[in-house]
């Protein structure tokens, strides 16, 4: 029998003892009357990295996708620092999920502006009025703090590059950097390297890690690669076919865990 | 001896019957409609052959063009610089209601399917009414003069360039649009940092393309009474000044050369 040499984990500190920021509570969803979600529960807390992990098509995207409200859920609950999230409408539920940012796979940004313009777009927001219509009007606070963020995701010499200049690896700390901007205390990561090479999805994780731990950030990510799992995450949780296969601590992800969560055509089986 | 190279035999086109049916029955009705269309137009290539002595005569009376600077030139030259005025402000001035009714007409874009839809509808109107059907409403309205022209071309642009700049918004990835939308970015704010930018380059290429066709549309306008070096060609022509007119037409050939330059340049620094 083959075995799986579990990867060496990358020096993170030790996570901060953070508390609970977002509880996810029995979510389901369906399309065309497939169950994509049955029953979804995790908790996200400060400090910490959730790596999603489980084949293609078992619900790790459905999921954040509903917690970031660009899928509706069909039940459940998500309650953000205390607030149920299905509780609040227009103005008060944009203002509750601009504390939640996301991070996409295709990254997003807007080619012909400069990085530090995409960050500052983070902003948004927070911004309202005639003055907000443009990157001309930007206060200057506004741009030393989008260049602080450039500066913590290591990108501030770039700061004027455009952003479709940038590669895939540099493109995405942008989009870290822009999630920063948003002074979010939860941020999502969509397959965040799967466009990337292995170096720089490297890279990009242990950004993530590292600014969870320092910045006191709540990290969910969702990946394809188990072994960036293990280096990077704090807790797993694994997906089969919309319901929650595995859910705790990395040291549990191990070579059978690895076969249960990407069994082929499980259903079937 | 070589081994046999491996062989499969291909399985049948589903359908295939069916296809090449609707093939043949489209190009029956293709031909059909230029039936139609040759004989709705009495196309005749006979009055072509029977006409080329009026042809021949016209071109006697053209060349040599007639190249007097004071009758003929300067008048021509001067005219000319007054259709590239109306093509360019006929173009800028319809941007900010092209935009208005592009954002509003973009699916991506538009605040509500109601303004969407009437949004659309504005466009069609703008579009559907020809330059011309414009200009001589406006030569009634201000009077003969190029005034009449760039407010026929302000009209008419603002219906073909705001469906072309919607479209082209429509086209765009939404993706930088949704990730601001994430961010707790207004309506508004989505439109300008990411939906505009994003679709800026083919809003300026369609820009120049769409002043380029409009210096030419104004050359016509100056037919109707709406200035230009249009007027004077419509003069030599009722006069019978066929020389003056092959002058005003080498003209009018250098300005379009001209601006057909200028576009692809501009277009080529900016990288659109």
């Known amino acids: 029998m083959t075995t799986l040499r579990l990867p060496d984990r990358a020096p993170h500190p030790a996570p901060p003892a953070g508390g609970e920021i977002m509880q996810v509570r029995n979510l389901t969803k369906s399309f065309g009357g497939r169950t994509v979600l049955d029953g979804v529960d995790f908790t996200l807390s400060r400090g910490s990295v959730v790596a999603f992990l489980g084949a293609n098509g078992s619900g790790k995207s459905t999921t954040l996708k509903c917690v970031m409200g660009l899928e509706t859920p069909e039940s459940g609950s998500i309650t953000l620092e205390g607030t149920d999230l299905s509780t609040l409408r227009g103005t008060e539920l944009v203002r509750a999920r601009s504390g939640v940012a996301m991070v996409f796979q295709k990254i997003h940004l807007v080619p012909r502006r400069t990085a530090l313009e995409n960050v500052c777009a983070g902003a948004l927001g927070r911004l309202r009025g005639p003055a907000s219509v443009s990157p001309m009007f930007f206060s200057r606070e506004l741009k030393e703090e989008a260049m602080a963020a450039l500066a913590r995701v290591g990108m501030a010499d770039r700061a004027h590059e455009k952003a479709g200049r940038l590669s895939g690896g540099q493109a995405q700390r942008v989009a870290v950097a822009r999630a920063l901007c948003q002074r979010a205390s939860v941020l999502l990561a969509d397959e965040p390297v799967s466009a990337l090479d292995p170096r720089a999805a490297e890279e990009v994780m242990a950004l993530l890690a590292e600014l969870a731990h320092a910045e006191n950030l709540a990290v969910a990510a969702v990946l394809h690669q188990p072994d960036l799992a293990l280096r990077h995450a704090d807790t797993v949780i694994g997906l089969v076919d919309g319901r929650i296969e595995y859910s705790g601590d990395i040291s549990g992800l191990d070579a059978s865990m690895q076969a249960r969560l990407y069994t082929p055509n499980r259903a079937a089986a | ?272």
């Open chain 2, 1 to 272: 001896m070589s081994t046999p190279v491996p062989t499969l035999s291909v399985p049948p086109v589903p359908r295939a019957g069916w296809r090449i049916a609707s093939i043949l029955a489209a190009i029956a009705v293709f031909i059909v409609l230029h039936v139609f269309a040759l004989r709705g137009t009495d196309f005749e290539v006979s009055a072509l052959v029977t006409g080329a002595e009026g042809m021949a005569s016209f071109l006697a009376d053209a060349f040599p063009p007639d190249l007097d600077w004071e009758s003929v030139l300067a008048p021509a030259l001067k005219a000319t610089t007054v259709t590239l005025w109306i093509g360019l402000l006929g173009t800028t001035l319809s941007i900010p209601t092209a935009l208005l009714l592009a954002v509003f007409a973009s699916r991506t874009t538009t605040p509500h399917r109601v303004v969407y839809q009437l949004s659309r509808a504005i466009l069609s109107f703008f579009r559907a009414v020809p330059d011309i059907v414009f200009a001589l409403i406006f030569v009634t309205a201000v009077g003969l003069g190029p005034f009449a022209g760039v407010l026929a071309l302000i009209c008419h642009n603002t219906g073909v360039m705001g469906k072309l700049w919607a479209e082209s918004m429509e086209e765009t990835d939404a993706g930088p649009q949704q990730a601001l939308a994430t961010a707790g970015a207004s309506r508004l704010q989505q439109v300008t940092h990411a939906a505009l930018p994003m679709a800026l380059g083919q809003f300026v290429g369609l820009l120049l393309y769409r002043f380029d066709v409009n210096v030419r549309s104004s050359l016509v306008l100056g037919l109707v009474g709406a200035g230009g070096i249009g007027l004077l060609i419509n003069q030599s022509i009722k006069s019978f000044r066929f020389d003056a007119m092959a002058t005003q037409i080498v003209v009018v050939l250098v300005l379009i050369i001209l601006v057909d330059q200028l576009s692809s340049f501009i277009r080529r620094r900016l990288e659109v």
